[in-house]
Each structure stands twice: as structure tokens, then as C-alpha cells.
Nanobody
Framework: QVQLVESGGGLVQPGGSLRLSCAASENIFNFNAMGWYRQAPGKQRELVASINVGGVTDYADSVKDRFTISRDNAQNTVALQMNALKPEDTAVYYC?????????WGPGTQVTVAS
């Protein structure tokens, strides 16, 4: 069992940037994967970005070239740098970690992109 806590959400104008951070309660070195999902009102939860133990990343087509996921093993954190934000990026963003067959989720942080 691992606890995940997101931070960094908020209100930003279209075209602006936010940096989300996910802090894990234990060492993330051997986590199979960590990443970010999001869920907007009326929509299914979707994968935004992920990074595995080898540092290989994956991104949703809608955020490629705008978002960057990174990992800091010393701080037990995973960050999501979000640039050129669009109103359609508005959602609750959830940190997740996969450890073997176990899937862990943070409580989420709200990101709102609006003028």
C-alpha cells in the first residue's frame, strides 16, 4: 500500500502553464510505473502521461508536445509540467502508481483552464 498526494493544481488562463507534483509515501525506485490521469465532467478518466521504472514515457495524443512527465527518485515525486494549456485540459488530475498488480491513486487536484 502506498499513499499518493497531488499538489499544484489551480486556475490558469489558456496558453498558461502549471506544474503538478505527486508525492509518494515510500521509495518509488522499484515502482513499475507512475503517471497522471484526468477526469473531466461527463467524461471517462483518461491517461495523460506515464513513466516506467526505466524512464520510458507515454503521453495521450491530446497532450503530446505540451506536457512533460518527470521523476525525482530522491524526493519520491513525479511531476507533470503542463504548457500551452487549453480549456479542454480542465479536469481533476489524479496521480497513480502501479506496483506489481496493485494500482494506487491519489485524491486528485483540480486544474481549471479559463479566461
Amino acid at each position: 500500500q502506498v499513499q499518493l498526494v497531488e499538489s499544484g493544481g489551480g486556475l490558469v488562463q489558456p496558453g498558461g502553464s502549471l506544474r503538478l507534483s505527486c508525492a509518494a509515501s515510500e521509495n518509488i525506485f522499484n515502482f513499475n510505473a507512475m503517471g497522471w490521469y484526468r477526469q473531466a465532467p461527463g467524461k471517462q478518466r483518461e491517461l495523460v502521461a506515464s513513466i516506467n521504472v526505466g524512464g520510458v514515457t507515454d503521453y495521450a495524443d491530446s497532450v503530446k508536445d505540451r506536457f512533460t512527465i518527470s521523476r525525482d527518485n530522491a524526493q519520491n515525486t513525479v511531476a507533470l509540467q503542463m504548457n500551452a494549456l487549453k480549456p479542454e485540459d480542465t479536469a481533476v488530475y489524479y496521480c497513480y502508481a502501479r506496483i506489481l498488480r496493485y494500482h494506487n491513486w491519489g485524491p486528485g487536484t483540480q486544474v481549471t483552464v479559463a479566461s
